[in-house]
Nanobody, 115 residues
Framework: QVQVVESGGGLVQAGGSLRLSCAASGITSSIIASGWYRQAPGKQRELVAGFSVFGGTNIAESVKGRFTISRDNAGNTVYLQMNSLKPEDTAVYYC?????????WGQGTQVTVSS
């Protein structure tokens, strides 16, 4: 059974930093792509940062220069380092793993940035 578990969210003041982690287990096929998405209240889920099927990275314009995505050698753990956080970064952050033709999502972790 595939499990995707996020951790590292919390409450932080504007200008602060958080590091999110995503651990994937039970995956039997190669991980083709992975990334972090977020969804703020009343808004659609959006891509924050991800590793594409072609091996490159995609970073949302709104977080460029502030957020960095990384992963371990096996690709089973994906990180999102978030610096210079702003109140508009407040959202539930979800990890996505694409493997074996399927998308797997974690339960999300709340990030709240106070002004």
């Amino acid at each position: 059974q595939v499990q995707v578990v996020e951790s590292g969210g919390g409450l932080v003041q504007a200008g602060g930093s958080l590091r999110l982690s995503c651990a994937a287990s039970g995956i039997t096929s190669s991980i083709i792509a992975s990334g972090w998405y977020r969804q703020a209240p009343g808004k659609q889920r959006e891509l924050v940062a991800g590793f594409s099927v072609f091996g490159g990275t995609n970073i949302a314009e709104s977080v460029k220069g502030r957020f960095t995505i990384s992963r371990d050698n096996a690709g089973n753990t994906v990180y999102l380092q978030m610096n210079s956080l702003k109140p508009e970064d407040t959202a539930v952050y979800y990890c996505n793993i694409f493997s074996g033709g399927e998308n797997f999502w974690g339960q999300g972790t709340q990030v709240t940035v106070s002004s």
